[in-house]
């Protein structure tokens, strides 16, 4: 990692702030902290988390003079600005260690070749320097008996639902996880993420990156969902009822919470997009579709998608978000799709908290409105291979639970 002390040090500072819980993984001490303000900030840090569990920016100023306010509030800006990732966490204090190191070795090879100290005596402090481990004590403690009981009975840990509470009375999906919706073309996929996405966006801040559609298709879809109208009568409604079923619900989607971002997108992108969203409130992202991400020029397919869905997954770990894959099955036919199917990753497969493979028993038939299963591929809240019955309705592109 080539860079200078006091980048590793921002950057250690940064996602500290990111992640406030981060400060009981610091394990380096403050002595590798050469800027002076980085190391009183630290060692503030530490304090106050000790006595708050939070490093809330809010508090800490108004805990601190008048006179220190503004000097922190800058300070702490500063540090948020960063392109700090939290999953570097440890890379960064290992690499700060060793150019700490480094430059206290440089300063004796100094002192030497101006005579200030023997050869014997920089031997022997060099070979100090390097068995040095410049670690601070374990404070791990073991959290209490009432504590643990609280963590697991948490009923915040997972997602809610208003419309679709009886799919998730299967899925029991949590927070912070990494979902795939999967189909083979036409069979449904974007119309269940979108499906879930209005309905999480009533509680939740919620992106969804459309990689695939129009702008203008992912709103008549919307609609469709939301008027519980066929997106032809959207689009051109033949009577006064249906026109003030379509305004109610361009108006209800409008006062939701979430934010639709179109066009092609890198990983890094929508990394910083995630991050950057997700400071104030838990954050829900569907990414429509995941094959359409771009990494690499010098992957393959199955090198870059393998890439970014461990990627997202150590995004949902390490920020305050959960994220939902649309993902594309491999093969074609009418036989009920298995994970194996998905396309050109098993990453998908070995990654997911929960896979739900979505299943046409009857492609031939074309109706507007017809029953399809969601299969339960991989589901850590619920068992394996489960089939949950749903009412597709295409036209609306509406799915009901059954």
């Known amino acids: 990692m080539n860079t200078s002390n006091y980048d590793l040090e921002d950057n250690i500072i940064s996602c500290i702030l990111q992640n406030n819980h981060l400060i009981n993984e610091l394990y380096v001490d403050d002595i590798a902290f050469q800027n002076q303000t980085n190391r009183s900030i630290i060692n503030f840090f530490k304090k106050f988390y000790k006595e708050h569990k939070n490093l809330d920016v809010v508090l800490m100023t108004s805990s601190l003079k008048e006179t220190q306010q503004a000097n922190f509030i800058n300070y702490i800006s500063s540090k948020f600005d960063l392109p700090a990732f939290p999953a570097l966490f440890y890379e960064y204090q290992e690499s700060l260690v060793e150019k700490f190191k480094t430059k206290q070795i440089e300063d004796l090879i100094d002192n030497y070749k101006n005579s200030k100290i023997q050869k014997d005596t920089l031997v022997e402090k060099i070979l100090e320097i390097q068995n040095k481990e410049l670690l601070i004590s374990n404070n791990y403690k073991k959290i209490t008996p009432e504590e643990m009981l609280k963590m697991v009975r948490n009923k915040e840990k997972n997602l809610s639902f208003s419309r679709l509470w009886k799919l998730n009375s299967k899925l029991k999906l949590k927070k912070h996880t990494v979902n795939v919706i999967a189909a083979r073309p036409s069979e449904g996929k974007s119309a269940l993420a979108l499906n879930l996405f209005l309905d999480l966006s009533r509680k939740y801040k919620t992106i969804f990156f459309n990689l695939e559609m129009t702008e ?164 850590r809240g619920s068992k394996r291979g489960v089939a949950i019955m749903a009412e597709y309705d295409k036209e609306r592109q509406k799915m009901d639970i059954k």
């Open 216 to 379: 203008e298709e992912v709103y008549e879809r919307m609609l469709g969902i939301e008027a519980d109208l066929p997106i032809n009568l959207i689009i051109d409604p033949t009577t006064e009822i249906q026109n003030e079923r379509a305004s109610k619900a361009a108006k209800q989607i409008y006062n939701l919470n979430y934010e639709l971002v179109n066009g092609s997108k890198s990983l890094k992108s929508i990394r910083n997009k995630i991050i950057k969203e997700q400071r104030e409130e838990h954050l829900i992202v569907f990414i429509d579709y995941v094959g359409y991400v771009k990494n690499k020029s010098n992957q393959n397919d199955k090198e870059r998608i393998g890439e970014v869905v461990r990627e997202f997954n150590d995004i949902t770990k390490d920020y305050n978000c959960t994220i939902f894959l649309v993902a594309q099955i491999n093969r074609n036919g009418a036989d009920k799709p298995t994970m194996q199917d998905l396309k050109d990753s098993g990453e998908l497969e070995q990654t997911a908290d929960t896979l739900i493979l979505i299943h046409d028993q009857h492609p031939e038939i074309n109706t507007p409105s017809k029953q399809i299963d969601l299969v339960l591929a991989k589901c």
